[in-house]
Nanobody, 130 residues
């Protein structure tokens, strides 16, 4: 079993920056290198969880939702089983609980949906005030 743990959420004013981290760990002999896609999703009350960004094992072009492209940067360190989301020029509409997610399958367009992921973190709150 693989566990994901997020950190780095908080409250900032519009235009500010935050850095989210996600660390993957295992409780069994599960291989962390089968986590082909690691992504960030976010969710606000009453709405579906939405895709934010994805990073691929071994490199590859990261993916972003349009509204964060150019403001957010995703990266991962496979040796450390860590994923980072650098968020800049934050806007009030970025306010949400941010979740780390991981999939054992290679990237496809289905990974923009939550159902494509096998593992989830508990989430970290990001609040952006105007």
């Amino acid at each position: 079993q693989i566990q994901l743990a997020e950190s780095g959420g908080g409250s900032v004013q519009a235009g500010g920056s935050l850095r989210l981290s996600c660390v993957a760990s295992r409780r069994t002999s599960a291989n962390l290198y089968t986590l082909y896609v690691m992504s960030w999703f976010r969710q606000v009350p009453g709405k579906a969880r939405e895709f934010v960004a994805a990073a691929m094992w071994g490199g590859g072009t990261p993916r972003y939702r349009d509204s964060v492209n150019g403001r957010f940067t995703i990266s991962r360190d496979d040796a450390k089983a860590t994923m980072i989301l650098e968020m800049t020029n934050l806007k009030p509409e970025d306010t949400a609980v941010y979740y780390c997610a991981a999939s054992r399958n290679p990237w496809s367009t289905t990974h923009r949906g939550a159902s494509a992921y096998h593992y989830w973190g508990q989430g970290t709150q990001v609040t952006v005030s105007s």
